[in-house]
């Protein structure tokens, strides 16, 4: 069975351009999150989707950052406009939630993004 | 509100070595308490887990015991392999949300 896949591996942009990574999660997870990880630090929670539906973005910073899962499977993460201190790996992961959050996430292996 | 502390890397072992990377939590309550495992090159996996006080979790060789009383869910093996080698994260699950630690970088030296 195929895992958590993301596109693209690597990219690399400069300020003030936009940027989008893409995500598909196992097939069947309900759940989905987008996660932010700086070098030497643990991942870091954007957004939590049930379905189609956000319902933790608490973290996510709006005026800049935008999500979408518009059929419930795939979702899509942008920026716009990058700034120099969105250079980190993003990281999608997905699991089985069914209204409780067992702590089991499964990951994909990260989008790296390098602003200059 | 929840958080986690765990041991600063990276931490350099020889094989067949013991290891202990000690994490403690602050969370509300009895959290399930979990790590993860980074492998070079590869994505974040669950290594193991432990839902209440007093469990033990184990995989691969790697045990963890919920330790209630301190707070914490120290990762433990008693004989590490070079394929040991990569980032090891403590992560508490409270509120419904999963917080991850820094992250302990692993290596092991032939």
């Known amino acids: 069975e195929a895992g958590v896949v993301q596109s693209p591996r690597y990219k690399i942009i400069e300020k003030k351009q936009p940027v989008a990574f893409w995500c598909n999660p196992i097939?069947?997870?309900?759940?989905l999150y987008w996660y932010l990880q700086n070098l030497g630090q643990g991942p870091e929670l954007l957004i939590r989707?049930?379905?189609?539906?956000?319902?933790?973005d608490s973290q996510l910073p709006k005026d800049r950052f935008s999500a979408e899962r518009l059929k419930g499977v795939d979702s899509t993460l942008k920026i716009q406009p990058a700034e120099l201190g969105d250079s980190a790996v993003y990281l999608c992961?997905?699991?089985?939630?069914?209204?409780?959050?067992?702590?089991?996430?499964?990951f994909g292996e990260g989008s790296r993004l390098t602003v200059l | 509100g929840n958080s986690v502390t765990q041991m600063e890397g990276p931490v350099t072992l020889s094989e067949e070595a013991f290891l202990t990377i000690n994490c403690t939590y602050t969370a509300t309550g009895y959290p399930s308490l979990f790590w993860y495992v980074q492998y070079p090159g590869e994505g974040l996996q669950l290594l193991l887990k432990?839902?209440?006080?007093?469990d033990k979790g184990s995989n691969k060789g790697f045990e963890a015991t919920y330790r209630k009383e301190t707070t914490s869910f120290h990762l433990e093996k008693g004989s590490v392999q070079v394929s040991d080698s990569a980032v090891y994260f403590c992560a508490p699950l409270g509120e419904d949300k999963i917080i991850f630690g820094k992250g302990t970088r692993l290596h092991i030296l032939p």
């Open positions: 992961a997905s699991s089985l939630y069914g209204g409780r959050n067992t702590g089991e996430l499964f």
């Open positions: 097939s069947g997870h309900n759940t």
């Open positions: 432990a839902t209440k006080a007093d």
């Open positions: 989707y049930e379905n189609e539906e956000a319902v933790d």
